[in-house]
């Protein structure tokens, strides 16, 4: 689903999104990933003491997919 809210180029506040999804990029390929994800998901589980299981991992994909879908770039996510 597209977003309706179109941002200005070079805006504050696409530069705040931008260093958002480039955080999430763990593996710095460009683009956020469910691999991502789960190794952000596995760094968190390690912080408070968990084991990543299949149920967490489930977590960490589903909060991915859903917030990211199926984009491959910055400025698709900002559409999306």
Same mark, same amino acid.
């Given at each position: 689903?597209?977003?309706?809210?179109?941002?200005?180029?070079?805006?504050?506040?696409?530069?705040?999104?931008?260093? @958002?999804?480039?955080?999430? !990029?763990?593996?710095? /390929? #460009? $683009?956020?990933? +469910?691999?991502?994800?789960?190794?952000? &998901?596995?760094?968190?589980?390690?912080? @408070?003491?968990?084991?990543? !299981?299949?149920?967490? /991992? #489930? $977590?960490?994909? +589903?909060?991915?997919?859903?917030?990211? &879908?199926?984009?491959?770039?910055?400025?698709?996510?900002?559409?999306?």
């Amino acid at each position: 689903m597209a977003s309706s809210i179109k941002l200005p180029k070079n805006s504050f506040q696409e530069a705040k999104l931008r260093r @958002v999804y480039e955080a999430k !990029d763990f593996d710095n /390929k #460009g $683009y956020v990933s +469910t691999n991502d994800y789960e190794t952000w &998901g596995k760094i968190a589980a390690e912080k @408070v003491g968990l084991e990543m !299981d299949d149920e967490i /991992k #489930g $977590y960490w994909v +589903t909060a991915c997919q859903s917030y990211f &879908g199926d984009t491959k770039s910055f400025d698709d996510w900002i559409d999306y």
